[in-house]
């Protein structure tokens, strides 16, 4: 298979609770079902408020936006799960990541699947995978971030393949964490490029035990192929929980959670903001004037909900999703990812404008971050692993409470993906 890169040659401090999962973070470098994890289009000006809203029909689920002379603005980000009968568009997928495949593994109570996110004043259609391929036909979308964005990308090509077959035509890596799939009915390209950090960095190791970060320099590993790519999806975050050595230059910053270490602590929030700007900043300059136009997504922060032990029966047990108002507000630490992401895609906005590239470059938020943390039913649990209780409840179990399962909740994701690429002043067709 081929190994050359992926688009060439083809067509502050922590609230207690949250530091129960760090000890599954911590394995994750361990666990190898966890390590992984020709017109350009456009996305619309920012809006002022930091959720993302955008302008969308107010037709039933079944029609293409803009088929209605009636609009209205419509917040993807705040609204409830209701029950739909319906349920997912697919049961079995071949690129499902094993650790994700919750059915197949035995779980049984299925109404996670069950469930469509309602956002408060308007119906998010389900997912068009037809219109989908259409919009992106002869370009290439890429994916980077962490085993979160591998699971929005599997999600995605799950969806796409109840329309259109794909084939895999690049893997490589370690867990393939490069990899390359091709839609012959549209000439897409889809990719995946693991970079939990989006800069440079250096994983930790058996000799190392904390993870090494460059935030003034991008990860070429994915931004050597900017000038390849039409749209790129980012989604990474819960990688900045671990401990970790920053660097500006040849200048140590500090150090997150790093005892023993002669350096200062340094709060991840600001790390994971800076990570975001080195990036933004990258991509204006690389793209900003030449080689097309490129759209830039950032899908905000995906909650975990580990409850109790993370290796112990019931570490993730909910079978249902949350009402709003009985979780009203985000979890403090959830909230300031989010909110991190989200200030510097507005910010990276103004700059595009400021350097007179908007047309070039431009950059749009999928706010999952609320509907994501309304889910602690859609987790994998112990069913990460076929059969876990083929012999009875052990005494120590593994549990992921941290990426979702397949189908699932994180198919929506995906959806509103599609209302973003959909927006009728984009420059589409």
Known sequence: ?????????????????????????????????????????????SQSKHSLIITTSSSTPSKDIGNDNVEISCDYSNGNWVQDKLGPLYT?????????????????????????????????????????????????????????A???????????????????VFSHGEDNKFRKWHFPSHNVNVSIYWSPFLVKGVEKSDKKNYNTLFL?????????????????????????????????????LGCHYCSGLNYTEVGFYDVYGKAFETTFKTIIERRGKNDGAIDVIVTTFSPAHFEGEWDKYGACPKTKPYDSEEKKKLEWMDAEMRE???????????????????????????????????RPDGHPGPYMHPFPFANGIEERVQNDCVHWCLPGPIDTWNEIFLQVIKKKDMRLI
Not at 122 to 138: A, E, S, T, V
Not at 156 to 161: D, K, P, Q
Not at 216 to 244: P, R, T, Y
Not at 350 to 368: G, H, S, Y
Request: glycine fraction near 2%; proline fraction near 6%; aromatic fraction near 12%.
């Open 1 to 45: 298979m081929d190994t050359t890169n992926p688009f060439k040659d083809q067509p502050h401090p922590i609230p207690l609770r949250k530091i129960l999962p760090w000890a599954f973070y911590a394995l994750l470098p361990i666990l190898a079902i966890f390590h992984l994890i020709a017109r350009p289009f456009t996305l619309s000006p």
């Open 92 to 148: 079995k997928c071949d690129t499902v990541k094993n650790g994700q495949n919750c059915i197949a593994h035995g779980r049984l109570d299925n109404d996670y699947i069950y469930w469509r996110w309602k956002p408060r004043n308007c119906l998010l259609p389900r997912f068009d995978p037809k219109k989908f391929l259409q919009i992106l036909k002869n370009k290439n979308l890429a994916f980077v971030g962490d085993s979160l």
């Open 150 to 168: 591998r699971n929005q990308l599997e999600s995605l090509l799950c969806l796409l393949s109840t329309f259109s077959p794909h084939e895999l």
């Open 216 to 252: 003034d320099s991008v990860d070429e590993k994915w931004a050597i192929d900017l000038v390849q790519m039409d749209l790129v999806v980012f989604s990474v975050g819960h990688w900045f929980l671990h401990s970790a050595v920053y660097f500006y230059g040849d200048k140590v």
């Open 340 to 374: 991190t992401a989200i200030k510097q895609v507005n910010t990276a906005k103004k700059e595009a404008r400021k350097k007179n590239v908007w047309n070039n470059v431009r950059f749009e938020v999928v706010d999952v971050t609320k509907l994501a943390y309304l």
